[in-house]
């Protein structure tokens, strides 16, 4: 009975972080594939906020490759790091980089604009805020990066049908999951 809940639990585990990648990717990802050309008449300025100390950190590039191959137009790509957008930093609230800023013309776009809510928020000015940044990120007030997950494989040395947890750890790095500490315990020594 308690394999059975273990079993359970390493399922809703692998089944919640799935949904959690799904609802990330969703946004970039449409089964009509690009925009209709009469929709992607408006010019979309980017401002790209990074911190490249941070290795691991998301590439913020992939997404907006993403966005124009959806069909929106991107015009320029503004870059800058973290310590000098400050002032970016303050007016809009940002708390985690990388980050980007979209022009109000983003809301010419409603296939991707109309779910804009699970990734971010909409300013007074009219510009699209990435606030859902992917881990690890760098947390802005206090310069950690945040987001790096331990892993404990459990195994069970006499179990020769047992998953290999090796197999669920290269799934997850698959998802973009950053590991900090690693440690192997076997269920006759678990404490």
Same mark, same amino acid.
């Given at each position: @009975?308690?394999?059975?809940?273990?079993?359970?639990?390493?399922?809703?585990?692998?089944?919640?972080?799935?949904?959690?990648?799904?609802?990330?990717?969703?946004?970039?990802?449409?089964?009509?594939?690009?925009? +209709?050309?009469?929709?992607?008449?408006?010019?979309?300025?980017?401002?790209?906020?990074? +911190?490249?100390?941070?290795?691991?950190?998301?590439? @913020?590039?992939?997404?907006?490759?993403? @966005?124009?191959?959806?069909?929106?137009?991107?015009?320029?790509?503004?870059?800058?790091?973290?310590?000098?957008?400050?002032?970016?930093?303050?007016? #809009?609230?940002?708390?985690?980089?990388?980050?980007?800023?979209?022009?109000? =013309?983003?809301?010419? #776009?409603?296939?991707?604009?109309?779910?804009? =809510?699970?990734?971010?928020?909409?300013?007074?000015?009219?510009? #699209?805020?990435?606030?859902?940044?992917?881990?690890?990120?760098?947390?802005? =007030?206090?310069?950690?990066?945040?987001? #790096?997950?331990?892993?404990?494989?459990?195994? +069970?040395?006499?179990?020769?049908?047992?998953?290999?947890?090796?197999?669920?750890?290269?799934?997850?790095?698959?998802?973009?999951?950053?590991?900090?500490?690693?440690?192997?315990?076997?269920?006759?020594?678990?404490?």
């Amino acid at each position: @009975m308690e394999e059975e809940y273990h079993e359970e639990w390493w399922v809703a585990g692998i089944v919640i972080v799935i949904i959690l990648i799904f609802f990330a990717v969703h946004f970039f990802s449409s089964p009509t594939g690009p925009l +209709d050309p009469p929709l992607a008449t408006k010019v979309v300025s980017v401002t790209l906020i990074k +911190d490249s100390s941070c290795a691991d950190c998301i590439d @913020m590039n992939k997404l907006i490759d993403e @966005m124009r191959g959806k069909g929106i137009t991107i015009g320029g790509i503004t870059s800058s790091e973290v310590n000098e957008s400050r002032n970016l930093i303050e007016k #809009y609230s940002i708390t985690k980089v990388p980050t980007l800023i979209l022009s109000k =013309e983003f809301s010419e #776009y409603p296939e991707v604009r109309d779910s804009w =809510e699970n990734f971010g928020s909409v300013e007074t000015d009219g510009s #699209y805020v990435y606030r859902n940044v992917l881990p690890p990120y760098r947390e802005v =007030e206090s310069g950690k990066v945040r987001g #790096y997950v331990d892993i404990t494989h459990i195994r +069970d040395q006499a179990c020769e049908s047992c998953l290999d947890t090796n197999i669920l750890k290269a799934s997850l790095a698959a998802f973009g999951v950053k590991f900090a500490k690693e440690n192997s315990l076997d269920v006759s020594n678990a404490t």
